[in-house]
């Protein structure tokens, strides 16, 4: 953590899709965290840094190319102090590409806070969210309880990429201040004690 910029947030951006709306929530929330003084956001993008789709087998090196892509993801994700994925629901779960992310890091999740940003139909990503949860909680990772849903999503955005529902600054708000204070007192438990997977 860094005293004077404050807290690292990495707001990553779950889907690949073609005309996917998960660039503007990104930035919406990249905007939300920028407003506050304790927080600093990196946008992590998975179409513009992509991670390896082939795993290698068990004991053996990875793919040429593996390390050169890794390298632009990894880093980013060691140095966050805290991250927030933005995720719609596709049938019932979250993107491949994002779970791909995750099981590519361990240590990099370990003993960190996670918040979410979902958006959807019916259900506003919800189910997704309830998803990596579970996912997460394997990782070691600490997931904060509040998240902030967008239901049936496509009317719920002006033509700024601005949400039209006021609830959604109250909502990113609290989310946002559980994400700094465990992204705290994490930081100042491993300050003290090692992380121990």
Known sequence: ?????GLRVA???GSTRDGRFGPTVAAWVAERIAQRGDMAAEVID?????APTVFPAFGQLPAPGTTELLAEIS??????????????EYNHSFPAP???????????????PVGFVSYGGLSGGLRAVEQLRVVLAELN?????????????????????RPTDPAAEGAAKVMLDQLAWWARALAEAK???PYAA
């Open 1 to 5: 953590m860094d005293s004077e910029k």
């Open 11 to 13: 707001v990553i951006v």
């Open 46 to 50: 998975l179409v513009e840094t992509p």
């Open 75 to 88: 880093p980013r994700l060691a140095a966050a102090d805290a991250m927030v994925i933005v995720t719609p």
């Open 98 to 112: 994002l779970k791909n992310v995750i099981d590519w890091h361990h240590t990099e999740w370990q003993a960190k």
């Open 141 to 161: 990772a600490m997931t904060v309880r509040h998240t902030v849903s967008f239901h049936n999503y496509g009317d719920k955005f002006d033509a700024e990429g």
């Open 191 to 193: 300050a003290v004690r």
